[in-house]
């Protein structure tokens, strides 16, 4: 008889399986060692690989299996029932309707399993080869792929600007030219951001909690308040404790607004973010753009001679002139960080980004002065909520110390020195952002020739609670590979920076070609006499592939591949379509290939089918022949005859580069021959 499960049993995070003998009974102590002992030997994946074993444990051996307790019945049965691949399956769907999440938890258990009859049920034969004495009921299956493929679009990056207004609203010019007239004499007018302090965030103070506690807000001495500071966010509160009226005094934490800042400005992962080091232990202090020993701290690290360096903000030595300069430091990144020592992780990215590092050393400040420690944080402390997955033991020693620049002031006890913690805490915020915008775009008149909003974000119903609505359009991953687009064709960053330093990638992943004038700006030139046309055509087009059947489409639209316009209309959702100059790209006008999001369409997946597979995500496509931009070769391209005067114009474009390129051929080949 299955015993009742009791909740709240530390199973998540304990990797020894001590759980089993108080939820499940002091009869699976064998499974529990056994897990345990496996346990102990992994390093990479240990999340998911703990929640396996415990669903095996718990959902199928438990319910199905009972008699397994003794493990020698699991592997030859009993009463006629033998455990199975297909058992185990249909028992894990009953939880996990991901087919890709179905096949790694079951190859987990035969792994487990594996493990087991090797280490425990094998016996040497007379050559000195291990021979299993019984054989694993569990068969591993191959990863089952959705047959649709599926297109999720990045947010467009004019939005991204407007998220940033909203967040930390910039001075404008009539703010300014008051700012200019009161500067004192001989000196001149700085960037605005610098006339820019946390107080200036309201939006974000908003969101923080209206209630008594929580949210952002933390409770504080009330000399700890200091009021002259601008970025000292202070509130009172009158509550009643113990029967009596008292004042509490709250300050607000900007570390939760902060992470969604980076991450509308540097293409970062949200966990890259929450990891990033403070620099407070380095060797070398950043302080209103000049560099200085560290006297702040007794705890910095090095010397002069060797200096040590872990912050986000970093000292680069240019061996070319000799000089120093500001760059970034971004301590982790995912794989490629696998066996390196703590100070080899991560990359440097050489760009001083001044926004950026004026509000990085405010919030370093902030902390220093409003949540101070005394010692960077030991890895090997940190739980699950703070890295947002379950990591082993080996994997917490090699992250070594870290004096978290994103550590949560609000939260209880040890965990205000920890990082924040991820999406949980994070999603929510980001919603709300996305939802300001949305009301914002619809207020100004920016919808749907129909009338219809601009959808940002997955409506609720009205009795949801705020910290429930998290589901967006735009998921936070998206700003990554919008951010990085932008770069790419928008600046004069070179490619090594964009894609080694910028993106963290540790090769050139894709081919990225910049030029000042690119082909679709050229084309959008000489398409400007067709203006008024062109803009009625912009919003009828996105209505009509909006509400429109794919038949419908058929007839009236002008594409290079049915199941790819099938698969980005899928959404049907008009803000991430781009307008080119000749007609839509419904990918959002994407050029980089993302390593966080495979199902991102773009550039480089636009061309020719390379390799065909019956799983839409194994297909294999080229890039857009002859490079980026080239939208009238790409899968992701559709017009309509409204664009027949800018595709004309491309048309006599490339004529004319073809017509001259034939006659420099004729005129080298003339000259050949004359020699």
Not at 33 to 41: C, D, I, Q, R, V
Not at 314 to 340: E, P, V
Not at 610 to 616: E, F, L, N
């Amino acid at each position: 008889m299955a015993k009742k499960v009791k909740k709240h049993d530390g199973r998540t995070s304990d990797l020894t399986f001590k759980w089993m003998l108080t939820t499940l009974g002091p009869e699976w102590e064998q499974w529990q060692e056994l897990a345990a002992e496996w346990m102990a030997t992994q390093h990479v994946g240990v999340d998911h690989k703990l929640s396996a074993l415990s669903r095996f444990f718990e959902s199928y051996l438990l319910e199905c299996a009972p008699y397994a307790t003794d493990i020698g019945l699991f592997f030859k049965g009993y009463n006629g029932h033998i455990c199975s691949t297909e058992e185990l399956e249909a028992t894990v769907r009953k939880t996990i309707n991901d087919p890709v999440k179905v096949s790694k938890s079951i190859n987990h258990l035969g792994d487990f399993i594996n493990y087991v009859i090797e280490h425990h049920l094998s016996e040497e034969d007379d050559s000195g080869n291990l021979m299993p004495l019984v054989r694993n009921p569990l068969s591993k299956i191959k990863r089952q792929q959705s047959h649709t493929e599926t297109v999720r679009n990045p947010l467009p990056y004019r939005y991204i600007q407007d998220l940033r207004q909203i967040l930390c609203p910039l001075p404008d010019k009539a703010e300014l030219t008051v700012i200019e007239q009161n500067l004192p004499q001989g000196e001149s007018l700085l960037p605005s951001y610098h006339y820019r302090h946390f107080k200036h965030w309201t939006w974000a103070q908003e969101q923080a909690g209206q209630r008594k506690s929580g949210g952002d807000w933390f409770e504080v001495e009330p000399d700890l308040i200091d009021k002259s500071d601008p970025d000292c966010v202070w509130r009172t509160k009158e509550v009643t404790r113990d029967n009596k009226r008292i004042t509490l005094h709250q300050i607000w934490s900007p570390v939760k607004a902060m992470v969604i800042f980076m991450k509308l400005h540097l293409p970062l992962r949200t966990y890259q973010v929450r990891m990033l080091d403070s620099g407070e232990a380095d060797t070398w202090r950043y302080e209103s753009g000049r560099w200085k020993l560290n006297d702040k701290h007794d705890f910095a690290l090095g010397s002069e001679k060797r200096p040590f360096g872990k912050g986000i903000i970093r000292r680069i030595h240019d061996t070319m002139t000799g000089q120093y300069s500001t760059g970034l430091y971004i301590n982790t990144n995912k794989t490629a960080d696998q066996n390196k020592d703590e100070l080899e992780r991560g990359y440097i990215i050489p760009w001083q980004n001044e926004e950026v590092l004026y509000w990085l050393e405010k919030l370093r400040n902030w902390q220093e002065k409003y949540n101070p420690i005394v010692k960077p944080t030991d890895c090997t402390t940190l739980l699950t909520k703070h890295i947002g997955k379950h990591k082993s033991q080996t994997q917490l020693e090699s992250m070594g110390e870290i004096a978290f620049l994103f550590r949560d002031a609000s939260a209880k006890g040890e965990d205000k020195y920890k990082p924040i913690c991820g999406a949980a805490n994070i999603a929510p915020f980001w919603y709300q952002l996305l939802l300001e915008l949305e009301n914002q775009l619809a207020e100004q008149g920016n919808t749907l020739d129909n009338g219809e909003r601009l959808k940002l974000v997955v409506d609720y119903p009205e009795d949801t609670p705020e910290n429930a609505k998290v589901a967006t359009n735009f998921p936070l991953h998206s700003l990554r590979v919008s951010l990085i687009t932008a770069y790419t064709m928008d600046t004069q960053l070179p490619l090594p920076v964009i894609s080694k330093l910028l993106a963290g990638h540790s090769r050139i992943l894709m081919t990225i070609y910049y030029n000042k004038i690119t082909p679709s700006v050229m084309a959008e030139k000489m398409s400007e006499a067709e203006g008024e046309l062109e803009g009625k055509a912009k919003q009828s087009v996105r209505n009509f592939l909006k509400d429109a059947s794919l038949a419908q489409i058929q007839c009236k639209m002008v594409y290079h591949k049915e199941d790819s316009i099938q698969a980005a209309l899928v959404n049907r959702n008009p803000i991430g379509w781009e307008e080119r100059s000749a007609g839509l790209c419904l990918v959002g006008g994407n050029t980089v290939k993302s390593d966080e999001v495979s199902t991102l369409g773009g550039c480089w997946n636009g061309g020719e089918l390379i390799r065909d597979a019956s799983a839409a995500v194994n297909r294999i496509y080229g890039s857009v022949p002859h490079g980026p931009e080239n939208c009238i070769r790409c899968r992701w391209f559709i017009t309509e005859a409204r664009y027949l005067p800018a595709l004309n114009a491309q048309f006599n474009q490339l004529s004319y580069k073809a017509h001259q390129a034939a006659n420099l051929s004729v005129e080298i080949e003339g000259e050949l021959e004359a020699l």
